[in-house]
DNA sequence: CGTTCCATTGAATGAGTTCAATAGTTGTGG
DNA sequence: CCACAACTATTGAACTCATTCAATGGAACG
């Protein structure tokens, strides 16, 4: 009653903990910093990933860990996190297939500035940050794409940011929850379904606030008819009025 | 008596409008994405950058115009400024000598998300976003270059982030005053002087907060001695003890 | 079938904003 | 050189949004 089951269905399709073969290479191409490499170059540093499954809720690197490897999401979503010094973690982003995390400059910081812990079972390949350093140097075409990914990465982290300084907790959350249907939602039933296991603690976190108040205003956007919520999962019911609340505050 | 002037001077170097040519290719050299470059490459590069000065206040590149080129400060201080929709602008960072902003991926965003502002008069050299994209490609040097300023920005972005999320104002300020020590203060009389002119709503929109709170705290850190104030400048009194509040809370 | 996790809701509290008023500082023009 | 206008900073008081503390109930999992 107070949850509507009208999607009782969730993202039932368990992610395979190891990858085929074709995946590697599939996943590879469709990776932006390596899409714009020849095929033979490709097949040339295919060899250099090692490829691993990990279960939900599973670290792949931990914040103050030496910054060893690169990660690249084959299949599967990946939170990145950064752990506080009291109190709750900040959720940084999510990573879904193709995308990357991990150590990425060699000149940086020696140590993981923040942890991933996988939000679905996924299978990651990874690289180390040497052999990265130096397919940046041999492939020119390498550093300009990771370059552009990075531009885009703090293009977000500086919308991230004039958010939290400018807006109040409501506006915050109707802007994540709308980000996340952008990113992994599927149309289903009307509604646009957000296709992966999304607790009222991880939207608090996204969002900078606290699991209580996220699970007040995601109750009232319910109420309002905007979205669609369940156990750890949500729906995008009305697109344009929260859009409109996201930016104009009250609708 | 409210304000002590035990440092009545301040920022009193009035920064020259215009650049000499000598200083043209030593702030080049000191860029770190051409740091890397050899002499008779720099030389190449270095017609292609236009020289400009800024008196303080000048705006050098206002958001939502066309992105079409890119920023290198060679003197005085720049405010790089996110404004939003409804009330006080976000200031996302400073760019001093050396250091660059406005245009940066010719595939991203055709419109400048944020403005610069010259805090101080100041002298900039300009290098379209054209032009600069043929030097990524030509010299793989400058994009690996451009790779790590654009990741330790991003750390930079990330922990802000988490400030905003998890710590209340008073640490804010107080780590965005000790940053602004590390970057632009210099010893003067035993205390750090910030070597910039610095509004309490400067302090404010770096800490997401309102001019009245950034003010009422500064007035307590004053009155406990860890730093000193007046009309548009600050000065760190005592470091320890004003780090042990930005990360500590309560000392 | 009970234990654990997740979500919801209430009430009290508090940190910070907002509104408002005052005053010191700087700069300008007569 | 002085008076006035504009800017910057400070401080008070009311208010509000969000957190915190606390308690309850449903859903999933073994």
């Not at 599973?58 to 999401?73: D, E, F, H, K, S």
């Not at 299949?75 to 193709?98: E, N, Q, Y």
Request: one cysteine or more; charged letters at 20%; glycine letters at 8%.
């Amino acid at each position: 009653m107070m949850t509507r089951r009208y999607i009782p269905i969730q993202t039932e399709r368990i992610e395979p903990r190891h990858c085929t073969l074709d995946l590697r290479l599939q996943v590879l191409r469709q990776t932006p910093f390596l899409a714009a490499l020849p095929p033979e170059s490709l097949a040339q540093v295919n060899p250099l990933f090692v490829e691993r499954g990990y279960d939900a809720g599973q670290t792949i690197y931990a914040a103050g860990a030496p910054a060893t490897r690169l990660y690249v999401v084959a299949r599967g979503t990946v939170k990145v996190i950064r752990p506080t010094d009291s109190g709750p973690s900040v959720l940084l982003g999510l990573r879904t297939a193709g995308e990357f995390c991990g150590s990425l400059s060699a000149l940086g910081d020696r140590d993981y500035r923040d942890s991933a812990v996988a939000q679905t079972s996924c299978c990651i390949l990874s690289v180390s940050a040497g052999q990265f350093q130096a397919m940046l140097r041999r492939y020119p075409s390498v550093a300009l794409a990771t370059l552009d990914v990075l531009a885009a990465r703090l293009r977000a982290a500086h919308d991230l940011i004039e958010q939290y300084s400018s807006q109040p907790v409501e506006q915050r959350i109707a802007a994540t929850l709308l980000q996340l249907g952008e990113k992994v939602g599927q149309e289903r039933e009307g509604v646009r379904l957000i296709q992966m296991p999304l607790s009222r603690q991880d939207v608090a976190e996204m969002a900078g606030t606290t699991v209580e108040t996220a699970s007040r205003v995601m109750s009232q956007l319910r109420k309002d008819g905007l979205i669609q919520t369940g156990r750890r999962w949500a729906a995008i019911a009305d697109r344009d009025r929260l859009a409109a609340l996201a930016i104009g505050g009250r609708v």
